[in-house]
């Protein structure tokens, strides 16, 4: 009896180790995360941390299993640097991903202090990326502003508009047609 009470324990004892020795797998990260309506995000990026992102809109939803969130019916998108106005974004939707860059499927930037309107991507084009640690990338745009109209394809370029680089350009500059911009703050 003895010796079958030993061999019963010494089962139980190669059991429990086999079993406590198993990998355990995580559970997947879910395919739907929070959902939210009528909604005011503000995004602080990592890589910029001088900027911040202000976006209105009808709906945000967080994937957690793709590490986005997905803002749609945006109704108003504007980026500020140490507390004043450096941009505003138009855009039927905005992706934001882990590093808090942002995917749109286009947009329309309008930079007041310069009074340039850029119009990045359109549809059925590749998307419009925006890098915080970068800036711009586009399939095509148009640039206008007093006196200047630019178009071209990939484009590419820094927040300040100072290294902005594009392929297969029109260029044009009116000096004589030059008015004044009265930015709107």
């Known amino acids: 009896m003895t010796r079958y009470a030993v061999l019963l324990l010494l089962g139980i004892a190669a059991a429990s180790y086999y079993f ?5 797998s995580s559970p997947p990260p879910r395919d739907r ?7 005011k995000l503000r995004l ?7 900027a911040e992102w202000v976006f209105y809109a009808a709906r945000i939803e967080n994937s ?13 998108g504007a980026r500020y640097v140490d507390g ?10 905005v992706t934001i991903d882990r590093n808090d860059d942002l995917t749109l499927p286009y947009a329309v930037i309008r930079i007041p202090r310069e009074c340039y309107e ?5 549809q059925g084009e590749p998307p419009v990326r925006i890098r915080q640690d970068r ?5 095509t745009f148009t640039l206008t502003g007093p006196g200047i ?3 071209g394809e990939r484009f590419r370029s820094d927040f300040k508009l100072e290294e902005a680089s594009w392929e297969n350009g029109e260029d044009i500059v009116e000096m004589d047609n030059v008015k004044e911009c009265a930015p709107n703050e």
Request: aromatic content about 6%; cysteine-free.
């Open 20 to 24: 406590a020795n198993l990998p355990v």
């Open 33 to 39: 995360g929070v959902e939210l309506t009528g909604v």
């Open 44 to 50: 602080y990026p990592r890589s910029d941390p001088k």
């Open 64 to 76: 957690p299993a793709k590490r986005t969130s997905v803002a749609t019916g945006l109704r108003e």
């Open 84 to 93: 004043e106005l450096d941009l505003t974004l138009d855009a039927p939707e």
């Open 118 to 122: 850029i119009k990045l991507g359109g």
């Open 135 to 139: 800036g711009f990338y586009a399939p």
């Open 149 to 151: 109209s630019v178009r």
